[in-house]
């Protein structure tokens, strides 16, 4: 898989044209009060946190996804953290794969 730093464009509108896909690193981790924090390791800034470890991802991909395709829309280069930094002691590390 290409590296994130090697993003391509958009698609145009033509159904052909792939999709791009990035690399979205995820830490998870237990709060607290039992909800589950999840945060983007490859992006600052990034995290959703819910009941479950499902449903925080599922509130954290749409971010990633907004935050991806407004920088490739307004030709900004997308600041990535490579290497992400390590994770916490109390933290899991997932990897998505995410389509925009």
Known sequence: ???N???????????????PTFGCVVYVSKLNDGNTLARVANLE???ATASNERESLSRL??????????????????PWLDPPPAPNVDEQRRFLPVHL
């Open 45 to 47: 800034g990034l995290s």
């Open 5 to 19: 730093s090697e993003h391509p464009s958009l698609p145009t509108g033509d159904a052909k044209v792939p999709v």
């Open 61 to 78: 991909v749409p971010l990633f996804k907004k935050f991806v395709k407004e920088k490739l829309e307004f030709g900004e280069t997308i």
């Open 1 to 3: 898989m290409a590296s």
